[in-house]
């Protein structure tokens, strides 16, 4: 048995080296551009360490304080990704080409989802809080929003990895399309569907956090009170409480995805 021989770009691994210098390469011309300064961040790196100090003794008589915004940050995450992923579902099956074959069908949807998702949620926020007002209802219409533009994508590309052997025999045998998504796409996907759901959620707990600096409700507007007053004992009780909610959060859904594989 003889032994293949070897390219020279394969002896010299020439592709990962070539890669990787092109990576260093990009690394320094971008460093260079944006003229970041490492060493301001060694010198004032006391600064940071006298607020982490601040903030290892937190205010725990402000917890009960934190538990209904807290609670209020979950609710516009559990309402934003509902209704996000209602209009996901059908949204994602149009713009899928091995669901729908006219590529400009699926063409014009596509440019519309990458619109959406092109807007960040902080400028939905701004945009919705000037529309509807200071509260939780700006925060819930820019995480459905953003909900939707992120579920689509990953459930559009989902499907079209899909086994197209059930779709197709659905078709010839004088099957409707609807039918062929609720019994040859849906099964496929399920799984897969509900776990790219629980990772939004926890994606939106985390950003409503942020929504609520524009005054889109949540946790985030009593964190935003407690950094201007320079009170970080009260930051601490907010932080530990968020962190406590993310991990419960990231558990139920290792749980959930565990059950369903």
Same mark, same amino acid.
């Given at each position: 048995?003889?032994?293949?021989?070897?390219?020279?770009?394969?002896r010299f691994h020439v592709r990962l080296v070539g890669s990787l210098l092109i990576l260093i390469g990009l690394l320094i011309v971008s460093n260079k551009f944006l003229r970041l300064d490492f060493n301001? /961040?060694?010198?004032?790196?006391?600064?940071? /360490?006298?607020? /982490?100090?601040?903030?290892?003794?937190?205010?725990w008589k402000s917890a009960p304080f934190v538990v209904q915004p807290m609670m209020e940050t979950i609710q516009m995450a559990l309402i934003g990704t509902t209704v996000g992923t209602l209009l996901a579902i059908p949204a994602a099956v149009i713009a899928a080409r091995n669901v729908i074959?006219?590529?400009?069908? +699926?063409?014009?949807?596509?440019?519309?989802f990458n619109i959406v998702r092109t807007l960040p949620d902080l400028l939905l926020a701004a945009l919705f809080v000037a529309i509807v007002g200071i509260g939780p209802y700006a925060g819930? /219409? +820019?995480l459905t929003i953003f909900s939707f533009g992120m579920i689509t994508k990953l459930f559009?590309?989902?499907?079209?990895t899909i086994d197209n052997g059930p779709l197709e025999a659905i078709l010839t045998t004088g099957g409707k399309r609807s039918a062929m998504v609720v019994f040859a796409v849906l099964p496929q996907v399920y799984s897969r569907f509900v776990s790219y759901i629980l990772y939004t959620f926890e994606i939106n707990v985390r950003a409503s956090t942020v929504l609520g600096y524009l005054g889109a409700g949540g946790i985030g507007q009593q964190l935003q009170t407690s950094l201007s007053e320079f009170r970080y004992d009260q930051t601490a009780v907010i932080i530990l409480a968020i962190l406590v909610v993310v991990l419960a959060i990231d558990g139920v859904s290792n749980f959930a995805r565990e059950r369903l594989q």
């Open positions: 048995m003889r032994i293949p021989k070897r390219t020279i770009a394969q301001a /961040l060694i010198q004032n790196f006391d600064q940071f /360490l006298a607020l /982490l100090k601040d903030m290892m003794h937190p205010d074959t006219n590529k400009w069908i +699926t063409g014009a949807v596509r440019i519309v819930v /219409l +820019t559009y590309e989902c499907i079209e």
